[in-house]
């Protein structure tokens, strides 16, 4: 019964290969994904255009085809802007394959104007990430 608002946001990532971009992220088709272009950290930014209250966020990842491009370290921030983010969770990762949510328990709900997730580490210290999707709600 929770209803995804990422649809309410504008997106903006770090860097990324030509055609791996914002799109390829939003898009439905897990086929898809965001593939950063830089050094780490790789910075994924939601910024919603009111003040939204967050209950639930899940992220997409796929070592099984993504392998050195997946992520083992996430950090979670949110606040009201750039400049006053502040994290709420962090997430490790093995090998995983499928939707993870967010552990965000200490704090039930979130209210903020922009959400940043933050690649810090990728399996065998892989450079470049892929992230297949980002739902919030």
């Not at 649809?7 to 390829?24: D, F, R, Y």
């Not at 939204?52 to 085809?65: A, G, K, M, T």
């Not at 962090?90 to 039930?108: A, C, I, L, T």
């Not at 922009?114 to 892989?126: D, P, S």
Request: net charge negative; glycine share 6%; no cysteine.
């Amino acid at each position: 019964g929770l209803k995804e608002i990422s649809s309410l946001a504008s997106w903006t990532v770090s860097t990324a290969k030509p055609g791996n971009g914002v799109a390829a992220l939003r898009s439905p088709d897990p086929a898809h994904f965001w593939q950063s272009d830089g050094p780490q950290p790789h910075l994924l930014s939601i910024h919603f255009f009111k003040l939204v209250s967050i209950v639930s966020i899940r992220i997409l990842l796929s070592f099984e085809d993504d392998e050195s491009y997946t992520p083992t370290k996430i950090q979670f921030l949110a606040g009201m802007g750039a400049h006053d983010v502040v994290e709420f969770a962090e997430m490790s990762f093995e090998q995983p394959n499928g939707w993870h949510e967010v552990d965000f328990r200490h704090r039930p709900v979130l209210r903020a104007f922009l959400v940043q997730v933050r690649i810090l580490e990728n399996h065998q210290n892989g450079k470049d990430t892929h992230l297949r999707g980002v739902q919030i709600f």
